[in-house]
Nanobody, 118 residues
C-alpha cells in the first residue's frame, strides 16, 4: 500500500491550497483517512480526519479547512482556506487500511510542504 500526497506549495497569508492524497495497492477497505502536520521544532499534530463521512478538525483549523474523500479514487483532500503563517508545516496524509490479505494497519504518505508567507 502506498499513499501519494501532492498539492503543497508557497502561498501568501489569506490564500488557499488544496492537498490531495491517493492510496494505491492491495486495498480491501479504507477505514479512515486524515491529515497531520509537523511544523519545525514541533510535534506532529492531527489536522483533520474523516471516518465514514464523519469529520473532525483541530480547533486551530476549524472553519478554515475542509477534509473530503472520494471513495472511488481512494483519495482524501484537504481544502485549506484563509491560510495563516502558523499553518506552515509539512503535511502528511494517513490512512487506516485493511488490505486484501485481511490485516489492518496505518499508512503514511511522504509529506508535502506548505509554506504561508506573511
Amino acid at each position: 500500500v502506498q499513499l501519494q500526497a501532492s498539492g503543497g506549495g508557497l502561498v501568501q497569508a489569506g490564500g488557499s491550497l488544496r492537498l490531495s492524497c491517493a492510496a494505491s495497492g492491495s486495498i480491501f477497505r479504507i477505514n479512515a483517512m486524515g491529515w497531520y502536520r509537523q511544523a519545525p521544532g514541533k510535534q506532529r499534530e492531527l489536522v483533520a480526519i474523516i471516518i465514514s463521512g464523519s469529520t473532525n478538525y483541530a480547533g486551530s483549523v476549524k472553519g478554515r479547512f475542509t477534509i473530503s474523500r472520494d471513495n472511488a479514487k481512494s483519495t482524501v483532500y484537504l481544502q485549506m482556506n484563509s491560510l495563516k503563517p502558523e499553518d506552515t508545516a509539512v503535511y502528511y496524509c494517513n490512512a487506516a487500511i485493511t488490505v486484501v490479505a485481511g490485516q489492518t494497519a496505518g499508512y503514511w504518505g511522504q509529506g508535502t510542504l506548505v509554506t504561508v508567507s506573511s
